[in-house]
């Protein structure tokens, strides 16, 4: 039976589709005849490939479906593997995203864990490395961090051009990075250090630690470091309504699996408060930290956007905020929204409309942050979440080639370092997942 299947395979290469049929049949119906379920899989997972390639998408779906329960009742790990690479690719062509996404997503993860490296080489565009991909997000938010940074509250005028040469800010050295790039790398550390769960009280003692160092602090955060100076744990009452916390909840999103939305938002809300009390600005950390995790798996604009407006209600419901949030989200993805003439504010929900507005709208990285940077008011904020999000499906490498003034950014951190921090975050990710 293997010989036979290897055989049609081996035909199949060399361009005999017909002679690879009959070799495939002979070995399906003896598997059937031996009773084989497991080689009897192997065979329909060949024969699902060849009708994904022939564009019968459909049919290639419902047959390594039946390979792939063959396998996991088999338990062959790396045929489940395949399998569900096999099953992604099948699900995206039949229109089915959400399906494609999960399969990936443990596919993924597998690969990671178990090291099936030939099925990165065999499919690049679907078995692709998370921890680059975290790498590439990093590099893109501290991009757009930075060319936001000259820009935040100035007159929404500047021209391609002008953003793009990355002039200094008054008081700011050229191409510095704010305290948005500084607080993500601080929790992604944090996160990375203890395998995605976060510990209040330790986020906060390394935050005070590191505030004389952090420039640009707001004032909501700065105030929650001297309260916890003065020994409480965690925010008091709420205050007005920053996006303080939605700056920096992209890594509680690289970390944990895309369908652990639970706890996801617990880690959010927890990870959030220590500095920031008032509901909406948990929501929209909530909401952005979904966006990450579902952005880092290769989610189209359309299913970042559905991905957004599931969470805003849920989050809104368990800290007892408002739905106006998933109100606004559902007129980004109508085409409706506009961004205000006087630029983003600090209200955490407008940065998050005007962060998915930009992200789902955007034709590539580049004219992405340039757009965000556009919208005026909290330029460096809204810029660095696009770059974030749409950094997730490029390498650092990819970046770079990508924004020609990327060597004008001063990174917070030496790039090795950034690429430390990744595999520290996608490696718990992966496990999770398995």
Not at 116 to 133: E, I, N, W
Request: proline share 5%; net charge negative.
């Amino acid at each position: 039976m293997q010989s036979l299947h290897a055989l049609g395979r081996a035909r199949l290469g060399s361009g005999d589709r017909d002679d690879a049929e009959r070799y495939f049949t002979e070995a399906e119906q003896l598997a059937e005849g031996l009773g084989e379920t497991l080689e009897r899989a192997k065979i329909w997972h060949t024969r699902a490939e060849l009708l994904l390639r022939d564009g019968d998408a459909g049919r290639a779906q419902g047959l390594v479906t039946s390979a792939l329960e063959a396998f996991i009742q088999s338990r062959t790990r790396y045929d489940m593997t395949h399998a569900r690479v096999t099953l992604s690719r099948a699900a995206f062509a039949s229109g089915q995203e959400r399906l494609a996404i999960q399969q990936g997503a443990l596919a993924r993860s597998a690969v990671q864990v178990m090291g099936y490296g030939l099925l990165c080489v065999l499919y690049p565009q679907d078995v692709f490395d998370l921890a680059a991909r975290i790498d590439g997000a990093l590099t893109a938010y501290a991009c757009g961090d930075a060319l936001g940074v000259p820009w935040e509250n100035a007159p929404a005028s500047a021209t391609p051009s002008q953003i793009e040469q990355l002039p200094a800010r008054e008081g700011w050295p050229r191409g510095a990075t704010s305290d948005d790039t500084a607080l993500t790398l601080l929790v992604a550390h944090h996160l990375a250090d203890r395998d995605g769960d976060g510990d209040t009280a330790a986020f906060l003692a390394d935050l005070a630690e590191q505030e004389p160092a952090v420039r640009g602090l707001g004032p909501t955060t700065t105030a929650a470091i001297e309260q916890f100076r003065r020994g409480d744990e965690a925010a008091g009452s709420p205050g007005r309504a920053t996006n303080g916390t939605a700056m920096r909840a992209l890594p509680i999103g690289w970390v944990l699996p895309h369908d652990q939305a639970e706890r996801r938002r617990q880690v959010t809300i927890a990870m959030s408060g220590a500095t920031h009390a008032d509901p909406a600005a948990l929501v929209a950390a909530c909401v952005i930290a979904a966006c990450a995790s579902w952005a880092l798996e290769g989610a189209s604009p359309s299913m970042l956007l559905e991905a957004a407006i599931e969470e805003a209600p849920q989050a809104a419901q368990e800290v007892g905020a408002n739905a106006r949030l998933a109100e606004m989200l559902t007129h980004v993805f109508a085409g409706t929204w506009q961004p205000p003439a006087n630029g983003i504010s600090l209200d955490p929900y407008e940065t998050v409309t005007a962060v998915l507005w930009c992200a789902t709208r955007a034709t590539a990285l580049r004219n992405g942050l340039v757009n965000a940077v556009q919208l005026g008011g909290d330029a460096d904020t809204v810029a660095a979440l696009v770059g974030g999000l749409m950094g997730s499906k490029l390498t650092a490498e990819q970046v770079r080639a990508e924004l020609p003034w990327h060597q004008l950014v001063a990174l917070p951190e030496p790039e090795s370092e950034i690429a430390n921090i990744a595999v520290a975050l996608a490696t718990p990710r992966a496990i999770q997942s398995m």
